[in-house]
């Protein structure tokens, strides 16, 4: 095997590593979205709800604005601690910074490879290389089910060029 092929070799790790891990990033993403909506939505309808009830003059509906603002409060505390839209745009983030890389890597090898010296294209590798360590070490962790999820989708094409099939 010669050194260009073994320079191959490994960028392809690194776009597969950075395939699994943009689209485990994108999945996670997409769930604390809904979270966020969900507990979002269902807060305000039924802080809507409560000032309603409270508004209203007879006494058992005061019952159900005190257990609705019970349970808003609730929602709203839970809602702070996970803070869902910040843990979204976390992994959104470093979804597109893993499919920034995989960009990169996949024109390095199909592109620039043959065109540079083994030295200048072994310097380049390890270059790429630092970006995906460096955002495996900054990135917030792929939950299991998201990584499972998408390693699931890639397995059925999902993530395919209609020019690669």
């Known amino acids: ?35 966020n909506l969900w507990l979002g939505g269902i807060s305000a309808v039924l802080s809507a709800i409560a000032g309603a009830s409270a508004l209203s003059q ?43 890389l995989r960009n990169d890597v996949r024109i390095f090898y199909d592109l620039e490879v043959t065109e540079i010296d083994d030295k200048k294209a072994t310097d380049d590798l390890k270059k790429l290389n630092d970006r995906r360590n460096k955002l495996n070490i900054d990135s917030v962790q792929i939950p299991k089910w998201a990584f499972k999820k998408a390693r699931k989708g890639i397995e059925e094409g999902e993530a395919k060029y209609k020019i690669d099939n």
């Not at 073994?6 to 809904?34: M, P, T, Y």
């Not at 257990?67 to 992994?91: D, K, M, Q």
Request: glycine share 6%; aromatic share 8%; proline share 1%.
């Open 58 to 100: 007879f006494d058992h509906h005061n019952i159900v604005a005190g257990v609705l603002s019970i349970i808003v409060a609730g929602l709203t505390g839970i809602f702070t601690f996970i803070n869902p839209n910040e843990r979204a745009a976390a992994h959104h983030k470093a979804g597109n910074k893993y499919n920034a």
């Open 1 to 35: 095997m010669t050194n260009k092929q073994k320079i191959i070799n490994e960028a392809n790790r690194i776009e597969e590593d950075s395939l699994h891990s943009a689209k485990g990033h994108f999945c996670a993403a997409q769930c604390w979205v809904n979270v």
